[in-house]
C-alpha cells in the first residue's frame, strides 16, 4: 500500500525534480508501518532518496520522503541557515535537521511553516507565507506563492505532469500483475 501512496504524492521527489514531498498514511501498527518504511528505505537509500516518519498520531503516519542531497543544496542557499536558527536549528546534518523538525511538530501549538524548506520551496514563499498567516498569496499550486509566480507556476506543471506519468507507469503495472496472476 504504501507503494501506491509513494507514486501518488512523491513522483517528483523520487524522479529528483523536487526536494522533497509530505504524505500523511494509514498505520494501524507502528511496528507494520516501521517495517514497511524499513522495507522502502533499503530500496530507495541506494537511489538517494531517504523516507521518514515525522509524527504519528491515532492510525496516520506523517510521512517525509526527500533527497538528501538536493535539501542539502537548498540549506546552502542564501539566508536558509539563518531562517532554520530562529527555530531552533542549530546544527544542520541531515540527521539533526530531521530531529529538530520531528521535535518541533511534535511540541508545536501550530504546524511548523519551515517544512516548506524541508520540500524545497523557496524561502521567499517560505517568510511570505509566515508572515502573511496564508494570505495575500500571488498563485496556489504545491504551494502558496508569493515571490516568483511564473517560476512556481512552471515547476507546478512539471509536477503535475511527472506524477501523472508515474502513476500510469503504476497503475500499468499493478493492472499487468494482476492480469498475470488471474491468468495462472
Same mark, same amino acid.
Given at each position: 500500500m504504501l507503494d501506491h501512496f509513494l507514486i501518488k504524492n512523491c513522483a517528483p521527489t523520487l524522479s529528483s525534480l523536487k526536494t522533497g514531498n509530505l504524505f500523511n498514511c494509514p498505520s494501524s501498527s507502528r511496528k507494520k508501518t516501521d517495517a514497511i518504511i524499513s522495507h522502502w528505505n533499503k530500496l530507495l537509500n541506494p537511489k538517494g532518496v531517504s523516507i521518514h516518519i515525522l509524527h504519528r498520531r491515532a492510525e496516520k503516519a506523517l510521512v517525509y520522503v526527500c533527497r538528501k542531497?538536493?535539501?542539502? /543544496?537548498?540549506? /546552502?542557499?542564501?539566508g536558509v541557515k539563518e531562517f532554520l536558527v530562529k527555530y531552533g536549528y542549530s546544527e544542520f546534518s541531515f540527521e539533526c535537521c530531521i530531529d529538530r523538525l520531528k521535535e518541533r511538530i511534535a511540541n508545536s501549538e501550530s504546524f511548523p511553516h519551515e517544512i516548506g524548506l524541508f520540500l524545497g520551496y523557496p524561502l521567499g514563499d517560505v517568510k511570505g507565507f509566515i508572515e502573511n498567516e496564508g494570505r495575500n498569496f500571488l498563485c496556489c499550486g504545491e504551494w502558496k506563492v508569493y515571490c516568483d509566480a511564473c517560476s512556481a507556476g512552471n515547476s507546478f506543471r512539471q509536477y503535475k505532469k511527472c506524477r501523472?506519468? %508515474?502513476?500510469?507507469?503504476?497503475?500499468?503495472?499493478?493492472?499487468?500483475? %494482476?492480469q498475470l496472476t488471474v491468468s495462472v
Open positions: 542531497s538536493k535539501l542539502k /543544496q537548498d540549506f /546552502q542557499k542564501p501523472d506519468v %508515474y502513476v500510469k507507469l503504476f497503475e500499468g503495472r499493478i493492472r499487468t500483475v %494482476y
